[in-house]
Structure formats: structure tokens, C-alpha cells
């Protein structure tokens, strides 16, 4: 035991790491702190319009930015970054000419500190975030495992993780073990699961903020707590638990799959849905959504994961 005090650090520092990719690094130097930068969907372009050929800094525009990282790519950038930040970060969008499903991306460095929403829906590539920087929650579909750069967090999709990059080790005291991650560290996630396309588990201890489990195809969500607005949007698959209260539009455009609330599943609930089931002790469905009553079938499949008592089934 004693000789492990002197075990060499396998950890690089930053400036080697920079020089091994010093032929793919675009450095981003800020002067003030700015929103939706590495933002695969430039601030949900579709709805506010946002201008992505507008410069960032210098001839850096938002859109170089996400390209550099599509062609896997390593930016640092230096200075506070705001809201979004790397929100759906390997995302192929369809909007954009993509397929609807993941990428391979590169790799972003920050000295500096980041505001809320930081890495909503992310699905694939590492963020290093330099461990004199704050976060502020909510975060998105993150999560922190063993960092091999000195001085710097590693942060990693939720999603990419459980999918297929076992290697890493989250930090305690979130576990993984045969398909199932258990996020214990309490701190509050939107968009947990986001685009899920294995069966794997997630269990959340606590409670989380929205859009959980937005785009699953596959797997399974547990939420012990509760969840804010737009839980199980646009599902396309898999199973949503939440053993706790919903906010509004939960399974929003939901698609199929399975949604579970142990409570109160809010208003306006199966907005725009399509098809799928939603089980829930209360909530306000709108149309096309309406209330049932549970028939035998219900009953079996809710008694078989632990669920009694009053419940309806709104389709």
C-alpha cells in the first residue's frame, strides 16, 4: 500500500495534450460570456432563427465551431460561456441534412466557468472543464468520470456512456454494473437518457429537471423523484419511471413506449401524442390524449414492476 503514494499519475498535462493535437485545436479566446457556443442545434435554429454565420470572436463563426467538432476537432476556449453550452453535441439533426441518430465528435476544453443547461442532450464526445471553473445547474445528459488531464473535470453524454463507452469510470457515487447506472451525486440533469437507443437502465436518485428521456428509441429510465416539465418527449420507445410528480407536457409527441408516473403526471399531458401509454395516479390529458380506467392486463403489468393503487392509463 505504501508504494501506491508514489505511483506515477498516467494523467497528461494540458499543454501535452494540446501539442499531441496541435494540427486540430481552434483556440476560442472570450471577452464576455456567450450563449449556445458548440450548440448542435444553434439555440433550437427552427424556432428563434438564430444567425449561425455570425461571428463568435474574430472570423469564428457559431457554425465553424460545431463543424470543427463534427470533423472531431479539439477547441479550447478560454473565458465564461453561458447557457447551452455543447447542448446536443453529436447529434446528426435531420434539419440540417443528418440522419437522426449520433456521431462521433471531438473534444472541448474551457477554462472558464459555465452557466446552466451545459451539455442538454449531449450524445457523444468528452468536454474537460478546468477544476477551478463552476457549473451551474441544471446540467443536461452528462456525466463526470476519471479525468486523465491534470487540473481538468472529464465530462461525458450519459447516453454515450451506458451505450458503449464502458472504459470510463464515473466517479463515485454513481455506480455501473451490467448495463445499469445508478446516479447517486444529486445533482439536477435535464434531458437524462436523451436519444437512448440500447437496453440499459438509468436509476436517479433525486430529482430532475426536464425533458427526461426525450428521443429514446430503447431502455429504461427510473427517476426516484421527480421530474420537471416535457418528461418523455417525442418518445419513440422504451420505458420512462417516475416515482414521483411530473410537470406539464409530459410525453409530449410521444410516439411509443411506455410512461409511468407515480403521481401527479400535470397538465396538458399527451400533447400531440401519437401513440404509446402513459400510467399515471392523476394528471390532465388534452386531445388527442384521453383518461381510462385500467383494464386486467394495466393491473398485471404495473403490480409486476411494484406499482398498486389507483392508477389510470391515458392513450
Not at 449561425?52 to 463543424?67: A, F, G, M, P
Request: some cysteine; charged content about 30%; hydrophobic content about 35%.
Amino acid at each position: 500500500m505504501i508504494f501506491n503514494l508514489f505511483k506515477k499519475s498516467n494523467k497528461k498535462k494540458l499543454d501535452e495534450f494540446l501539442e499531441e493535437n496541435k494540427d486540430k485545436v481552434l483556440t476560442l479566446e472570450l471577452d464576455r460570456p456567450v450563449d449556445c457556443l458548440c450548440d448542435f442545434t444553434y439555440n433550437f435554429i427552427w424556432q428563434s432563427n438564430f444567425d449561425y454565420n455570425q461571428k463568435v470572436v474574430d472570423d469564428i463563426t457559431y457554425k465553424d465551431l460545431v463543424e470543427h467538432l463534427k470533423n472531431k476537432g479539439v477547441i479550447h476556449i478560454k473565458g465564461d460561456v453561458w447557457k447551452r453550452f455543447c447542448s446536443s453535441m453529436g447529434a446528426d439533426l435531420k434539419y440540417f441534412g443528418g440522419k437522426g441518430g449520433k456521431i462521433e465528435v471531438g473534444t472541448v476544453i474551457i477554462d472558464g466557468n459555465i452557466d446552466t443547461r451545459f451539455g442538454i442532450s449531449m450524445v457523444s464526445g468528452t468536454v474537460y472543464v478546468n477544476e477551478k471553473s463552476t457549473i451551474k445547474e441544471p446540467v443536461g445528459n452528462v456525466i463526470e468520470v476519471e479525468s486523465d488531464i491534470k487540473g481538468y473535470r472529464k465530462f461525458i453524454s450519459i447516453t454515450e456512456f451506458v451505450e458503449k463507452r464502458h472504459n470510463e469510470k464515473p466517479l463515485k457515487p454513481n455506480k455501473f454494473k451490467n448495463d445499469e447506472l445508478i446516479i447517486n451525486d444529486g445533482i439536477v440533469r435535464d434531458t437524462v437518457g436523451a436519444r437512448l437507443e440500447k437496453n440499459a437502465t438509468l436509476i436517479v436518485n433525486g430529482n430532475v429537471d426536464l425533458s427526461t428521456g426525450i428521443l429514446m428509441k430503447k431502455g429504461k429510465v427510473i427517476v426516484n423523484g421527480n421530474t420537471g416539465k416535457n418528461t418523455g418527449a417525442v418518445l419513440r420507445g422504451g420505458c420512462v419511471i417516475v416515482k414521483g410528480n411530473t410537470g406539464d407536457f409530459t410525453a409530449f409527441e410521444m410516439k411509443k413506449g411506455v410512461i409511468i408516473v407515480d403521481g401527479n403526471a400535470g397538465k396538458y399531458l399527451g400533447a400531440k401524442k401519437k401513440e404509446g401509454i402513459i400510467y399515471a395516479r392523476d394528471g390532465s390529458p388534452v386531445p388527442p390524449t384521453k383518461k381510462y380506467p385500467l383494464n386486467e392486463e394495466d393491473k398485471k403489468l404495473l403490480n409486476k414492476l411494484g406499482f398498486f393503487g389507483e392508477f389510470y392509463k391515458f392513450q
